[in-house]
């Protein structure tokens, strides 16, 4: 297998987005674009390239094990997963922002230092961002989706979450309060993979750098 | 089942992060550490043993070594922090400088053993592994890093590695360019972060940011390039900012000249953007890398100050393997091979006991693995 370069994509549009830059890169996976398969890995034989797609938290941790050599994730997982990985490209797409959310009354509760609590798919990130930059003790709950739901039914006074038209949170009487950082689709790397297949990889690396040029 | 033996089942797991080893992988794991511990040895290293723990400021942040919040620690009975070794360099630094004080010649010690660190959850990390490695103190020369970088080379090949590859790099090299720049310490320390983790936009971000310009900020980027031959490394040294950055290239040069003539150094690629974790490196740094593990399977460096926070000013240079990750890219590799040694039986009854006990002790004098049993051997 050490003569594959092996890539993990993020199921959904990241995946479609990716395949499309790595296109222009000169990259690319016939056997993807078969309909109706049921194949987990692709692989494109001339190239010695394969491809799976996988959940996006889960794409850190294929590539710090060395399950695959590269992955395409936002980076929002990045973050939350604290991998032991190299980061090696911004691809620009799949922007959107980190942000603390909550009703125009919870904006009062940012600007002290009190206790507040805070839902949230983001454990870390959330606590981060208000343990170490804003300096605030916050309680932190972990949910696993719709997480605006947490103000509106008294569970935490605001969310840290992904914003993109804000137009779930404007539906829900929820607004952007403060934001944490930018998010964007980014290109990560094995550490092994980077020494060992050392040409391979940086040749990847520079022909998809040069097409977002 | 009965609730003495529910009882009985929740004591059979482990904590998470630690495991047992036995059977086959242990033997192997063992067979493994001894080539290599004796291969450290035919250099002259002489095996050192320092404590499983020590007091919290052995490797607290001024040291460098290990984040306080993934240290393991605990207090004893006159309340001062004592910390269970998350890494041997600087007990074996405190150790020598206590003990080796006025020596001037050059030392050389080898240990192995276990270290902690309090990592997350969930992660699939290990909290306890096994570490071997060797320091050699009182030498600052080119040669005790070649030596060091060649010895680790011969231990992995006598592991029965063969496809690996050492990164070295010189942090000097690094420091050499932020004091080219007048950065100041928390910029630098930011920049080190991004750049060790190959985060090259992050690091211009930050750059663009603190105000330096394009020539200035290549400077920096310039150092994504991997470097595999001298001539590589002599067009580095042409263009290095200043004396300082220019001085870590010409050790670079040297260290290779060194592993060359050790006849390694095709096991070795340049890569300047090496920069450790434990802050305590000072000049050269090297990393091992090897397929079928996600981790680096040897890692080590010079560490010119450290002695000094013992109070023994001295140069010193060090490596270690990390046994684990090093069996699991083995097993990977499909290089393990081993045999659980054979073990005779001797079948003793009431009547013939001290016969059997006789030809056992002959059997152990004659070197075999022997087990006495009672029975006959028969049936089972």
């Known amino acids: 297998m050490n003569d594959y370069i092996t890539i993990a994509l993020t199921k959904g549009r990241l995946a479609n987005r990716t395949m499309e830059l790595l296109g222009k890169a000169g990259y690319y996976c016939e056997e993807m674009n078969e309909k109706g ?14 491809f799976f797609l996988a959940k996006g938290p889960d794409v850190p941790t294929y590539v710090e094990y060395g399950a695959a050599d590269i992955g395409v994730v936002g980076s929002d997982i990045i973050l939350e997963e604290n991998r032991r990985v190299y980061e090696v490209l911004d691809l620009g ?18 600007q002290h230092h ?6 949230t798919k983001y454990p870390n990130i959330a606590r981060e961002y208000f343990f170490n930059r804003k300096h605030q003790t916050v309680d932190i709950i972990k949910l696993n989706g719709s997480v605006e739901l947490g103000p509106i039914v008294d569970l935490g006074d605001v969310i840290v979450d992904i914003v993109e038209t804000g137009s779930t949170l404007k539906e829900n009487g929820l607004m952007v309060l403060e934001e944490v950082c930018g998010i964007s689709a980014r290109m990560i790397v094995n550490q092994v993979s980077m020494q060992m297949k050392t040409r391979r990889v940086r040749e990847i690396i520079r022909n998809v750098r040069d097409c977002l040029e | 089942m009965n609730h003495s033996n529910r009882k009985a089942q929740d004591l059979l797991h482990t904590p998470e992060g630690v495991r047992d080893s036995y059977g086959r992988e242990n033997t192997a794991k063992q067979q493994t550490i001894n080539k290599i511990m004796e291969q450290i040895r035919l250099y002259g290293y002489k095996d050192l043993q320092t404590p499983s723990f020590e007091y919290f400021d052995v490797f607290s942040n001024e040291i460098g070594t290990t984040p306080s919040r993934e240290l393991f620690k605990f207090f004893d009975k006159e309340g001062d922090t004592l910390v269970l070794r998350p890494d041997f360099t600087p007990a074996v630094a405190r150790c020598v400088a206590k003990y080796f004080m006025e020596e001037k010649e050059p030392l050389r010690f080898c240990y192995q053993g276990s ?26 020369g080119p040669q005790a890093d070649g030596e060091m970088i060649s010895m680790l080379i011969e231990c992995l090949l006598a592991a029965g590695l063969s496809e690996f590859q050492i990164s070295v790099g010189n ?51 310039q150092i994504r390039d991997f470097m595999e031959t001298p001539a590589e490394l002599e067009a580095a040294l042409m263009t290095a900012p200043n004396e300082r950055a220019k001085k870590a290239m010409q050790r670079l040069i040297d260290v290779w000249n060194v592993v060359d003539a050790y006849g390694f150094s095709e096991y070795i690629s340049f890569d300047l953007s090496l920069l450790s974790k434990y802050h305590y490196y000072t000049g050269i740094i090297f990393k091992g890398f090897t397929y079928g593990t996600g981790e680096p399977i040897a890692s080590g460096g010079r560490y010119d100050q450290l002695l000094g926070y013992f109070g023994k000013k001295a140069p010193a240079i060090g490596c270690m393997i990390p046994i684990d990750p090093l069996m699991e890219a083995m097993e990977r590799q499909h290089l393990i091979d081993v045999q659980e040694p054979e073990i005779h039986k001797i079948y003793y009854h009431e009547g013939n006991y001290a ?19 009672p029975g006959t051997g028969i049936g089972s």
């Not at chain 2, 928390?186 to 940011?209: H, P, V």
Request: aromatic letters at 8%; proline letters at 1%.
């Open chain 1, 114 to 119: 009190e206790m507040i609590r805070v839902t």
């Open chain 2, 171 to 221: 942090v000097e090299y690094f420091k050499g360019l932020c004091e080219h720049l007048s950065m100041d310490g928390e910029t630098e320390m930011m920049l080190r972060d991004e750049i060790s983790g190959k985060n090259y936009f992050a690091a211009e971000d930050l750059l663009k940011s603190e105000g330096y310009d394009r020539s200035q900020r290549d400077l920096f980027l």
């Open chain 1, 93 to 110: 797409f799949g922007k959107c922002r980190m942000c603390v959310c909550g009703p125009e009354k919870a904006r009062e509760l940012l």
């Open chain 2, 115 to 140: 270290t902690f660190s309090n990592t997350t959850n969930l992660q699939g990390r290990r909290k306890e592994t096994t570490q071997m490695g060797a320091e050699l103190m009182n030498d600052g």
């Open chain 2, 355 to 373: 016969a059997a006990l006789k030809e056992a002790r002959m059997s152990r004098l004659a070197g075999f693995r022997t087990v006495l049993l």
């Open chain 1, 37 to 50: 398969s049921r194949k987990l890995i692709f692989t494109n034989e001339e190239q010695k390239l394969r």
